[in-house]
């Protein structure tokens, strides 16, 4: 008996495994496709700016947590000079390349632009096709063999 041919006494049928998989892969691929889609409907105000900021930025004295998540005196003051930043106009990327250089690039926990970030994504979209692919020439494969004489 093969793998997903029997559950629990039920014999599959050949179009109801095609069935399954291809719903399986279209919710897989609709969930990774609302994932990119999403964008925010309006532009941050300062508070959404500063809480982001925030929780991107690691607390140099806190083990792994953000100034945002920290309670530590310095995390405070750290919130209040982001705020500041912001009042003054300054770009969210200004101010994470100002707490990178005075920190160090470990004290930055966004890392949505990074290589890895995107690998991250990349690989596994590219396994999921990949294996998609094999599945496919595998069941092409067997029912050439199946329908030769």
């Known amino acids: 008996m093969r793998f997903g041919q029997q559950i629990q006494g039920y014999r599959m049928s050949e179009r109801f495994r095609s069935i399954v998989a291809v719903s399986v892969s279209a919710v897989a691929v609709a969930v990774i ?3 990119f889609s999403s ?22 004295f806190c083990s792994g947590e953000s100034i945002a998540n920290s309670q530590a005196g310095v995390a405070a003051d750290y919130r209040a000079l982001i705020a500041e930043r912001v009042a003054a106009g300054a770009t969210d990327e200004e101010i994470i390349a100002d707490f ?11 890392t949505s632009t990074s290589v ?11 396994a999921l096709l990949g294996g998609g692919g094999v599945l496919f020439a595998m ?5 050439t063999r199946q329908a030769a004489p």
Not at 116 to 122: D, G, K, T
Not at 139 to 143: C, L, P, V
């Open 139 to 143: 069941k092409r494969k067997s029912a």
């Open 39 to 60: 964008a925010p409907a309006s532009a941050p105000t300062a508070e959404d700016r500063i809480a982001t900021l925030s929780g991107a930025i690691k607390c140099p």
């Open 116 to 126: 890895w970030s995107v690998a991250l994504w990349v690989i596994p979209i590219a």
């Open 33 to 35: 496709v609302l994932g």
């Open 100 to 110: 990178a250089a005075k920190f160090g690039d470990s004290y930055i926990l966004d």
